[in-house]
């Protein structure tokens, strides 16, 4: 399902760290390093979680889709204070919890479509090699050891508050001060966390204690990627304090860190009543619940990435009943234009849109004229003109990881023939034959139903 080779992607994004929309430029031409952090696993996932999920699997989906090969990481963050504090109140080994969030992660990823990375490194297995990082920085300068861990020193860091866009004095100025502070400065931050009584530890030179956030990503992604990674991504509320100090420890180790920084716009949820009649709305499992699982895709591409996004009742049913519209569309056009390259001037346009800073909104408007066209053609018996825009409504779907319910060519060519001879029974009314098409496909094991777009079965 690739574009024609006339067209070459020139993707361009919004780079945080030049605070301008540039060219997005792979490392090794052909192939595409991206880190995107993942979850602390001690809760139920959010929709903010769900939203930079789809956002960055759109990217990697645009991307595979263009002909790179793309290899992406998301880490699954498995110690973390949250995680001890939940395993203290409830009483339970904090592995169990881990574990079962975790769980929980993925069935919710699956359900919304999020293809499931190259590398999931869970913090737990990378604790030696943060040891040495936070070694290496402290011989370098650039940390020191406290009575209660090891901190980093940020204002050593020439550039320190590029991704935040600020200069240092006035974040030196937004810093909570803490009360018993053994910190340089309020700025610093914990590379090192030594542990009290009964806390899950690792041993280190500096005490038996765990890593702190922000040195699991930095070690993990130049693992898994290597030096100059292409992309690191994540929601927009990660730019500082987390990208920024990741970003302090790898330029104090001396190693280039990633080419291309990419954050994507907070979620609202709307306003209080609706939050209300809905209960936990902001759960992203009860959103996969109440709509179609692939809502909430739609509604993100909708928006462009980096703009916040407004997920309430009205819009998430909207949406669901766009997604019904293409799959009428898409049992209507079933095995038109299969094998036919997709209309070239179509596919065009749509690439202009999503190299132009990943347009979803400009994207889908593409899709949804060609399922006008598409209609158009078809309700004129344009079976020539119809095939290639089919190829490019379907191509241009994957390319942005959206799936069509086309069940009734997933039902096997016979049932396909038989609701398509029903219709044209019932089109000339001739009643008995459709009833008895019907009774056939019944006996066949399907349930029939009547749609305005035709004939539709399903296995029973
Ligand atoms: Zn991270």
């Known amino acids: 399902m690739n574009p024609p080779t006339t067209v070459t992607p020139m993707l361009r994004l919004f780079d945080t760290a030049a605070g301008t929309v540039r060219p997005f430029e792979p490392r090794t031409p052909g192939k595409v390093s991206m880190y995107v952090c993942g979850p602390t696993v001690y809760g139920p996932p959010h929709l903010g979680h769900g939203r930079f999920s789809l956002v960055f699997d759109v990217l990697r989906r645009y991307l595979e889709w263009s002909g790179l090969d793309v290899t992406y990481v998301s880490n699954i963050t498995d110690i973390d204070d949250k995680i001890i504090d939940r395993a203290n109140t409830e ?46 920085l402290i011989e370098a300068g650039a940390a020191y050891e406290t009575s209660d861990g090891v901190y980093f020193r940020p204002l050593e860091v020439g550039d320190y508050g590029l991704l935040a866009r600020q200069d240092i004095e006035s974040l030196q100025v937004g810093a909570r001060v803490d009360v018993v502070d053994e910190k340089e400065s309020p700025i610093d931050f914990a590379l090192w966390k030594k542990a009290k009584p009964g806390e899950p530890s690792w041993p280190s030179p500096w ?71 809905l209960g936990n709305f902001t759960n992203l499992l009860d959103l996969i619940d109440r709509y179609d699982a692939r809502a909430y895709r739609l509604l993100c591409l909708q928006s462009h990435y980096r703009s916040p996004i407004d997920v309430n009742e009205k819009n998430s049913a909207q949406a669901t009943a766009a997604l019904e519209r293409y799959d009428a569309l898409a049992r209507r056009i079933a095995g038109l234009g299969d094998g036919v390259p997709p209309d070239t001037a179509t596919i065009e346009r749509f690439v202009g849109h999503m190299d132009d800073d990943l347009n979803t909104p400009r994207a889908l408007a593409v899709i949804a004229e060609t399922v006008t066209e598409i209609n158009r053609r078809l ?23 959206l799936t069509v319910d086309d069940e009734v060519a997933a039902v096997g060519d016979e049932a396909a023939t038989l609701c398509r001879q029903r219709d044209d029974a019932r089109a000339a009314k001739e009643w008995a034959r459709a009833d008895e098409i019907r009774d056939q496909l019944q006996a066949m094991g399907y349930v029939v139903e009547d749609t305005p777009t035709g004939t539709k079965v399903r296995k029973g």
Not at 101 to 119: F, L, N, Q, S
Not at 245 to 273: C, L, P, S, T
Request: a negative charge; proline letters at 4%.
């Open 379 to 401: 309700d004129i018996e344009d079976i020539a003109g119809t095939e290639p825009l089919a190829a490019a409504f379907r191509s241009m779907l994957v390319a942005v990881g």
């Open 91 to 136: 009483q339970r080994p904090w592995q169990e919890i881990t574990e079962s969030c975790e769980a929980v992660w993925y069935r919710a990823m699956d359900a919304i479509g999020v293809k499931r990375p190259t590398h999931d490194p869970h913090a737990t297995a990378y604790v030696e090699q943060m040891v040495a990082l936070i070694a290496r």
């Open 207 to 277: 005490g038996d204690g765990r890593p702190g956030w922000h040195t699991e990503c930095v070690v993990m992604s130049l693992d898994l990627l290597g030096e100059g990674f292409d992309l690191h991504g994540g929601g927009q509320d990660l730019c500082f304090p987390h990208h920024e100090n990741e970003r302090a420890q790898a330029v104090a180790d001396g190693k280039v860190f990633a080419r291309h920084w990419v954050h994507n716009g907070f979620v609202m949820v709307d306003d209080e009543k609706m939050s209300k009649s």
